[in-house]
């Protein structure tokens, strides 16, 4: 049972280039979150999915986009990636079903824009 | 979400009983309270939660003070692999809502 997966798990930028981040979890869940953690700080909600189609905006949208075609996949965009992306970006996902709503966690992706 | 505080470091000698604290005074009624921790470089992992009784699980205890405005988690046989950085939040169970991780308690193991 892989979990939460993400790909790439490094990548290099210059700045003004475009990449997506790529999430996928195998444990049918509903709710899909894309998280950055900068340096010594905690982990900040950049969008969120409730469900298949839906997306929502978190705390520090501006710069992504996000698209959740499929159920199991939550993409993550950066259009034009500047240095202040530079960071690590967590996706994680979490279960309606149950009384306890507990985020698992993918291994990260470490970006580094120049 | 209410907000909590915590100690920012602790140490714990291998084999020992890790206790770590956690205040959470505006923690409202239908609140509860998770444990998360981050090991260096790694996706948080979740460790376990818990509204009023006591919790155990494979992992770790949650102890629950009566009035609820405090808690500690308790790692029963602290191993090498146990240091990292502790996350008490304190939150609702419905819903798709952001995990709000403060400052954490960076926890080392010392041999």
């Known amino acids: 049972n892989a979990g939460v997966t993400q790909t790439p798990k490094f990548r290099v930028l210059k700045t003004g280039q475009s990449m997506t981040l790529l999430c996928a979890q195998d444990?049918?869940?509903?709710?899909m979150y894309w998280y950055r953690q900068d340096p010594g700080m905690g982990l900040r909600l950049i969008h969120y999915?409730?469900?298949?189609?839906?997306?929502a905006k978190g705390e520090v949208p501006d710069g992504y986009n996000v698209s959740r075609l499929k159920k199991q996949n939550f993409l993550l965009g950066l259009e034009s990636a500047a240095p202040s992306q530079t960071s690590v970006y967590f996706c994680?996902?979490?279960?309606?079903?149950?009384?306890?709503?507990?985020?698992?966690f993918g291994a990260g992706t470490r970006l580094s824009v120049l | 979400d209410a907000k909590t505080t915590q100690p920012p470091s602790m140490d714990c000698a291998e084999g020992r009983a890790a206790n770590l604290p956690c205040n959470h005074s505006?923690?409202?009624?239908?609140?509860?309270v998770y444990w998360y921790r981050q090991i260096h470089s790694q996706g948080p992992q979740y460790i376990i939660h818990?509204?009023?009784n006591n919790e155990t699980n494979e992992m770790a205890s949650l102890i629950i003070t009566e009035d609820r405005k405090s808690s500690t988690l308790i790692l029963p046989h602290a191993t090498l692999r146990d240091t990292a950085v502790y996350y008490c939040?304190?939150?609702?169970?419905?819903?798709?809502?952001?995990?709000?991780f403060g400052q954490g308690t960076r926890l080392t193991i010392n041999p």
């Open positions: 994680a996902s979490s279960t309606s079903a149950s009384f306890k709503n507990i985020q698992y």
């Open positions: 444990m049918n869940h509903e709710y």
């Open positions: 999915s409730v469900g298949e189609g839906t997306t």
């Open positions: 505006t923690i409202s009624g239908n609140e509860y």
């Open positions: 818990g509204l009023k």
């Open positions: 939040i304190v939150r609702v169970p419905q819903g798709a809502q952001k995990l709000v």
